[in-house]
Structures are given as structure tokens and as C-alpha cells.
T-cell receptor
Framework: DSGVTQTPKHLITATGQRVTLRCSPR?????VYWYQQSLDQGLQFLIQ???????AKGNILERFSAQQFPDLHSELNLSSLELGDSALYFC??????????????FGPGTRLTVL | AQTVTQSQPEMSVQEAETVTLSCTYD???????LFWYKQPPSRQMILVIR??????QNATENRFSVNFQKAAKSFSLKISDSQLGDTAMYFC????????????FGTGTRLKVLA
């Protein structure tokens, strides 16, 4: 158990809908990262927040957005969902700003299925 | 653009034997970290080992060690005395900073340890 929690574990929804994934980082960690893992594209970095502010951005679609709240939990919002958004979404956390020596600890993931 | 390539989609090894997983990467950066993550059937992402690019000495963690060849941009993972619990997907990952952080993962190698 990494100490990172993600809810829900599974989510099934329809195309065009909007969903929110939630992540609670390890106690003391200030950074939260979101990743998407789909069958044909491996693990893709989406976005990172550090202490409430966006720190780094990867291959995140405009239909997706995220935020980190004052209690440091984070939410990833996915809207206008498409079949191709079906994937496993991971959250990770780390103590620092995500620098080269900052180890990321991954949550168990949320499995999103878009029908 | 930075890339990470894992050329072995699947591998198998007999229990107690040694296996080496390959990873190559492409970057013009001089300062970066390389990681190997393990993803067992539970889907949890677990950090196995990491290597700082500026260190010539290869990292080791118990039965896991790396062969880091900076000039060749190669970062292979050696698993000694393979155990059934080592059965998992293994991802090579590259992290660097160039204005903003980049977290790039390979497509993974599925390792099966045979009894």
C-alpha cells in the first residue's frame, strides 16, 4: 500500500458524459500527478500540481482538467467523454516539486469505461 | 522529442534464473533520472529502482540491478533469482527538466516467471 488513495475504483459511463476522479496523496506529500494508461498507448503523463498550483503539463486534452485543493487532495475532471477515454487513470504523489530526486508513489488507479 | 523504447513486449524466465529487460531512450538532456516501475496484476505501480544520470555507478536494490550505459542511452534491468512474485509488467521511465518536467514512460515488458 503506497498511501495514495483513489476513488472510485471503477467507473462506467456513457459517451458525452462528465466524470470526476479523486485522489488523496500520501500524508506530507505536496505534489500530485495524474497519468492515463490505455491499452494502446502505455502510460501517459497528464498533469502535475504542487501545493495547489499547476506545476507541469503533459499530454492532457482540453476536455480534461484538474485541480488540487487546500487539503492537497486532487480531482481530475473528464468531460464530453469519448470511447477512447476508456483507460486506467493513476494518481501519484511525491514530497517535493517533482524534481529529479523526487520519488513518486502511485495509487491503485481508477478504471474508467466509456460505453 | 524524448522517447523511451522497450523492445521486448513479453518475456519469460524460469524461477531462480536471471533475466534482463531492455530499455533505450533518446534525449539531448544531460541531467535526468531513469526509473523502472513494476505493475503486477493488481495494477498498482511500484517503484523498483532508479538511476541518476550523473552517477556512473549502477544502481542496485536487492535482486534488482541496472546496467546504465549513458553514451549508448541504454538502461536495462537485471532481475536475479527470479521469483513467482516478479511476474508483472515492467515499465522503464525517464524524467528530466527542460523548463518544465517531463515524465515519459515506455510501453512496458510483460514478464512471466515460470515455476
Amino acid at each position: 500500500d503506497s498511501g495514495v488513495t483513489q476513488t472510485p475504483k471503477h467507473l462506467i459511463t456513457a459517451t458525452g458524459q462528465r466524470v470526476t476522479l479523486r485522489c488523496s496523496p500520501r500524508s506530507g506529500d505536496l505534489s500530485v500527478y495524474w497519468y492515463q494508461q490505455s491499452l494502446d498507448q502505455g502510460l501517459q503523463f497528464l498533469i502535475q500540481y504542487y501545493n495547489g498550483e499547476e506545476r507541469a503539463k503533459g499530454n492532457i486534452l482540453e476536455r480534461f482538467s484538474a485541480q488540487q485543493f487546500p487539503d492537497l487532495h486532487s480531482e481530475l475532471n473528464l468531460s464530453s467523454l469519448e470511447l477512447g477515454d476508456s483507460a486506467l487513470y493513476f494518481c501519484a504523489s511525491s514530497v517535493g516539486t517533482g524534481g529529479l530526486s523526487d520519488t513518486q508513489y502511485f495509487g491503485p488507479g481508477t478504471r474508467l469505461t466509456v460505453l | 522529442a524524448q522517447t523511451v523504447t522497450q523492445s521486448q513486449p513479453e518475456m519469460s524466465v524460469q524461477e531462480a534464473e536471471t533475466v534482463t529487460l531492455s530499455c533505450t531512450y533518446d534525449t539531448s538532456e544531460s541531467n535526468y533520472y531513469l526509473f523502472w516501475y513494476k505493475q503486477p496484476p493488481s495494477r498498482q505501480m511500484i517503484l523498483v529502482i532508479r538511476q541518476e544520470a550523473y552517477k556512473q555507478q549502477n544502481a542496485t536494490e536487492n535482486r534488482f540491478s541496472v546496467n546504465f550505459q549513458k553514451a549508448a542511452k541504454s538502461f536495462s534491468l537485471k532481475i536475479s533469482d527470479s521469483q513467482l512474485g516478479d511476474t508483472a509488467m515492467y515499465f522503464c521511465a525517464f524524467i528530466h527538466t527542460s523548463g518544465t518536467y517531463k515524465y515519459i514512460f515506455g510501453t512496458g515488458t510483460r514478464l512471466k516467471v515460470l515455476a
